[in-house]
C-alpha cells in the first residue's frame, strides 16, 4: 500500500499547484487535486512556495488548520465516492450533497465522519469501521 510522508503530501499539492499556474499537463489524480485547491484559494500562499510548505507547522497547539490534510481529506473522499467504497459513500454523499446543495459542503460533512473514523481507529489501535463512518454520514443527511 503506498504511503506518502508528510513532506511527499506537501510536495505533491505545491507541484499541482505549480503545474496548474504554469499550464502544464497534469496527471488525473493532478486534476482532481487542482480542481479541490481552485475551491479553496484561501490556501494559494501556503502551496506557492514549497520550502515554506516542507517547514510550516500546523500542530493543534498553533491552531491553524493544515491545508494540506484539508485537500488530502477531500482527495481521499473524492476516491471513496468514485469507488463508492466504503459500500454506501457514493449513496450517503448524493443525499447530502443535494440536502446541502452542494457537493463541497457535503465533502466537508464527510470529512468530520473521516477524522472521528480515523480518530477513533488510532485510539482504539482497530482498524477503520466503515460501517459507523457511513452510518455516521448517514445521520447528517
Not at 6 to 32: M, N, W
Not at 44 to 59: F, H, K, N, R, V
Not at 115 to 138: C, F, H, K
Request: aromatic fraction near 8%; include cysteine.
Amino acid at each position: 500500500m503506498f504511503t506518502p510522508s508528510q513532506d511527499d503530501v506537501r510536495r505533491f499539492f505545491c507541484a499541482t499547484y505549480d503545474k496548474h499556474r504554469s499550464g502544464a499537463i497534469l496527471s488525473p489524480l493532478e486534476a482532481i487535486a487542482r480542481d479541490w485547491i481552485a475551491q479553496h484559494p484561501e490556501y494559494a500562499s501556503a502551496l506557492e512556495d514549497i520550502d515554506s510548505a516542507l517547514a510550516a507547522d500546523y500542530s493543534v497547539e498553533r491552531g491553524q488548520s493544515n491545508p494540506f490534510l484539508h485537500l488530502s481529506m477531500h482527495l481521499s473522499i473524492a476516491e471513496q465516492i468514485s469507488i463508492d467504497q466504503p459500500p454506501g459513500i457514493r449513496a450517503a454523499f448524493l443525499t447530502l450533497a443535494r440536502k446541502l446543495d452542494s457537493e463541497h459542503e457535503a465533502h466537508h460533512q464527510i470529512m468530520e465522519c473521516l477524522g472521528e473514523m480515523m480518530w477513533t481507529a488510532q485510539r482504539s489501535g482497530l482498524p477503520p469501521d466503515g460501517m459507523t463512518y457511513i452510518e455516521n454520514v448517514r445521520r447528517r443527511c
